[in-house]
């Protein structure tokens, strides 16, 4: 989801540990390293990685690109394969008649079914291309704050692996119970009282 | 520091009280919406909010669309136990408006729409227009970061069982 569109979606994160100076370096260096890269395996149904925001089926972090004002502003991209069930079907019948014809026995063993529809599987998803979805990101450093442009349970925990394994920093995801405990400043008490809380009943 | 998962399911229901709170001040008390943003003209219920009530593991789901719906069965539901589930606010400052959706168990904000602005005509403009629009999400963001601190800090006092929770009763009570 673009942040210049006209509706969007965001997650909040909070940011867990600094880079290694010279920050930029660093940034770029993790980017660059776990940019999308095109899925060559043909047996790959994914691909996910870092964008440009701008250049987003180029991408280029190069010089400070990423950089706009105070914010860091990049991409996640995941490129997913999708054959339709329907067709998978179709191409396991054509090739279950084949063999059973080719051997000349009434029926094929559990086994030799699964074989034909693995084979089928890896043969249609190295024909398919994969589709790209870009997910927005703005990292403000100082604040240590970072937005996702996407509620998305999958493409949040996408993130989240990533950005650790590229950056070795931790985010947190801001539900009511971290957007408390990290956020409004509590008291070692008040954190103590917060762990404890149960429902309010606003009946009767 | 809870396992995240952990905390999701656990504290759902804060998130769900703050709205329930948020509405309660947007209609009785918004000099609190005053102090978490100066720049504030008016907050105002948008066209959809959404009530849940649990049960064990049963979920009643009461869903209220529309610009100008009446409110008075969110309010039964409400008297009832549930509480805000999910809630479409209007901001505005000045002469600009933003909506939203705001989710309580998550706190995930979805179809932000913020006021409009020029599309960038160049390459150039590009950057002035990612940090206009980056301003925009930032007003909205830092305003709902603000009030959810300031419901916390009085969930966590004591005067949340001594006054808070008596007025809230008595608001849903009078305006069923």
Do not use: C
């Not at chain 1, 925001?53 to 394969?81: A, H, T």
């Not at chain 1, 396991?92 to 086994?111: A, D, F, Q």
């Not at chain 2, 869903?63 to 539901?77: F, S, V, Y």
Request: charged share 30%; no cysteine; proline share 4%.
């Amino acid at each position: 989801m673009s942040l210049l569109s006209s509706s969007v979606s965001i997650t909040r994160y909070q940011i867990q540990g600094k880079l290694k100076n010279p920050i930029l370096e660093t940034l770029a260096a993790g980017l660059k390293k776990n940019a999308i890269s095109e899925i060559d395996d043909p047996t790959l149904d994914k691909a996910v990685g870092w964008t440009s925001f701008e250049k987003p089926y180029q991408p280029d972090f190069g010089g400070s690109s990423f950089v706009y004002g105070n914010y860091l502003v990049f991409s996640l991209r995941i490129d997913r394969k999708s054959v339709p069930l329907k067709l998978v079907k179709k191409h396991v019948v054509i090739e279950s008649e084949k063999r059973l014809v080719e051997s000349g026995r009434p029926y094929l063993s559990r086994s030799e079914k699964e074989r034909i529809r693995d084979q089928v599987m890896d043969r249609l998803y190295a024909t398919v291309p994969a589709t790209p979805n870009l997910f927005d990101i703005i990292w403000n450093y100082e604040a240590a704050e970072l937005w996702f442009f996407s509620n998305l349970k999958a493409a949040n925990e996408e993130l989240e692996t990533l950005f650790l394994r590229s950056f070795d920093l931790t985010l947190i995801r801001m539900i009511p119970y971290t957007a408390a405990h990290y956020a409004a400043d509590l008291k070692d008490t008040e954190k103590d009282i917060l762990l404890e809380l149960t429902r309010t009943p606003f009946t009767g | 520091m809870l396992d995240i998962a952990v905390a999701y399911n656990r504290f759902k229901f804060l998130g769900e009280e703050f709205l329930t709170w948020l509405w309660f001040v947007i209609d009785q008390d918004p000099t609190i919406l005053i102090k978490a943003d100066s720049d504030l003209t008016s907050l105002e219920i948008g066209n959809r909010i959404v009530l849940e009530k649990r049960h064990k593991k049963d979920v009643e789901r009461i869903t209220i669309k529309g610009e100008n719906a009446g409110l008075e069965e969110a309010m039964l539901a409400l008297q009832k136990g549930a509480l805000v589930a999910e809630l479409n606010l209007v901001y505005r400052s000045a002469e600009q408006k933003w909506q939203f959706t705001l989710k309580g168990e998550s706190l995930n904000l979805s179809s932000i729409q913020t006021p409009k602005i020029a599309a960038p005509q160049s390459p150039e403009d590009m950057e002035g227009v990612i940090l206009e629009k980056i301003f925009l999400y930032d007003k909205i963001l830092q305003f709902i970061e603000k009030l959810y601190k300031t419901f916390i800090k009085y969930r966590l006092s004591d005067d949340w069982q001594k006054r808070d929770i008596a007025l809230i009763k008595k608001w849903s009570r009078s305006r069923a």
